[in-house]
């Protein structure tokens, strides 16, 4: 994308350093590595234990039908629509847990477990975490505060399918109609629906480093840094002493 921060390179070396991460804290789940760009994931795969690469399907759907003009949203839904058709081990699957490649999710285990307990178990659709409250905008400042975070988030594979990739064509991420839009657009209207969860019951741990920077004041480049952990000590907090505040 013509604003991405990290070169091909770099972003390489950092899908190779998260999926070490993911092959020692999650030896035994089935991982697919779906990418869009045309790139040689040779080096990427021979990184990884043979032991992993049993559980690990790379799957390169190439560049070709993909519309850079959008933005990363559209790509981003149409790159999830063919890892759904063409991939073995999703063709065997329910559900799934996305997780954004680029970065580790360091706490991974607990939402895999809740994903899985909530979808797969208790019949649940979604299971994603949104932001929606209006402090923002009472201080007159001009940041978002009514979103999805779609960078982890688990979904049965009927619902992406029938509700998200139908919209996919509303995006457009330079006039600002985003994914992270779309999944609270979807989800607004049906707050009182059982069988959608937005909201986790923790905050999830990422690593790396932050792909674009946001003029907030909560916003750290860096994902594990001090800022970054005190965000995440306060949010979690908030989520057991005002779980109604969508912090």
């Known amino acids: 994308m013509p604003q991405a921060r990290f070169s091909p390179q770099e972003r390489e070396e950092m899908y190779i350093n998260t999926l070490r991460f993911y092959s020692r804290k999650l ?102 975490d949104i932001k929606d409250h209006d402090l923002y905008r009472k201080l007159g400042l001009g940041w978002s505060s009514h979103f999805a975070d779609v960078r982890l988030f688990g979904a049965s594979q009927a619902f992406f399918l029938n509700y998200v990739v139908p919209e996919k064509y509303k995006l457009n991420d330079n006039e600002g109609r985003l994914f992270e839009g779309l999944m609270y657009n979807l989800i607004k209207p049906q707050m009182q629906n059982r069988q959608l969860v937005y909201r986790f019951d923790r905050e999830p741990h990422f690593g790396g480093l932050e792909g674009s920077l946001i003029p907030a004041f909560s916003f750290a480049e860096k994902q594990n840094s001090f800022k970054s952990r005190m965000k995440r000590l306060t949010g979690n907090v908030l989520r057991k002493v005002a779980p109604g505040f969508l912090f």
């Open 27 to 128: 030896p035994d789940h089935p991982l697919v590595f779906t990418d869009n760009s045309g790139w040689d994931l040779n080096r990427i795969k021979s990184s990884l234990p043979d032991k992993y690469l049993l559980n690990t399907e790379f799957l390169s759907v190439g560049p070709h039908g993909f519309d850079i003009s959008r933005g990363k949203g559209y790509n981003e839904i149409l790159l999830m629509e063919r890892a759904l058709e063409q991939s073995v081990f999703l063709r065997e699957a329910r559900a799934f847990l996305k997780v954004t490649g680029r970065y580790p999710v360091f706490n991974i285990g607990y939402f895999l477990d809740c994903a899985t307990w909530e979808i797969l178990e208790n019949g649940k659709d979604l299971y994603i």
